[in-house]
């Protein structure tokens, strides 16, 4: 009875929690009204719950790179949708000059495979590992650098992420990836960021809910082996 306990019309009668472990997208209600004469009129409603997705930044980078550089990973992001239907839409990339490092010491930004910042899916041989197999993903443009050393890649097509985390999808689904140019300095020295809430999903959901970082990585000079003997 909805009218005892001298509750206003306006009070909560009950509260409802999901599981949190759970996989439930939506939770039905009946509620039957009986008023005074005893008639009972009767309404279903529905809540939608959005599916859960989980989001793993994981440091990757060397603690040291060559200028000019290969691709260098530096971030795996491992993610999953037990649910289906996340779509990843755009990554956010930063990095903090800690000493003689700006954005002209990183390859020239260009939506290739010779860009300075890109971004890979984990489609090699090697799950969850950065290799020479995995593919880049297209950029709906080339990005540029905003105020603070900020790029953010936006895709050309929003991309499915995995159901699980698990066999193939076990690990990085992901790789944020570096090239270093031949300007960087011998011991020039950078930190890459991704921003809080700087990857961003179809529904709008942003993560990490704290900023990931690497640690410090320092330029060297590229080792080059001449055989004097020939």
Do not use: C, H
């Not at 999901?18 to 004469?37: F, H, M, Q, W, Y």
């Not at 495979?113 to 890109?118: D, M």
């Not at 991704?194 to 990931?212: C, L, S």
Request: charged fraction near 20%; aromatic fraction near 6%.
């Amino acid at each position: 009875d909805m009218g005892r306990g001298n509750l206003a019309d306006s009070q909560v009668r009950w509260v409802f929690y999901l599981n949190p472990a759970g996989l439930a997208t939506t939770i039905s209600v009946k509620l039957r009204v009986v008023d005074e004469p005893g008639n009972a009129t009767e309404t279903t409603f529905t809540v939608t719950v959005s599916p859960r997705i989980s989001v793993a930044v994981l440091n990757i980078a060397p603690i040291q790179v060559p200028a000019p550089s290969d691709t260098v990973g530096v971030f795996g992001l491992d993610m999953n949708d037990p649910i289906g239907g996340a779509r990843l839409v755009s990554v956010q990339v930063a990095f903090d000059n800690l000493g003689g490092f700006d954005s002209r010491d990183l390859a020239q930004i260009l939506n290739d495979t010779t860009g300075g910042v890109s971004l890979y899916r984990d489609d090699g041989p090697a799950i969850g590992v950065f290799d020479d197999k995995d593919r880049r993903v297209s950029l709906a443009g080339i990005p540029a650098w905003t105020a603070g050393e900020t790029i953010t890649m936006q895709l050309a097509t929003a991309e499915s992420i995995p159901l699980t985390n698990s066999n193939a999808d076990q690990g990085a689904d992901y790789f944020v990836v570096i090239r270093v140019s031949d300007t960087a300095s011998f011991l020039d020295r950078v930190r890459l960021r991704i921003p809080r809430g700087g990857i961003v999903f179809n529904d709008a959901r942003t993560f990490p809910a704290e900023e990931a970082k690497t640690d410090t990585i320092t330029v060297q000079m590229p080792l080059i082996i001449t055989n004097l003997l020939l």
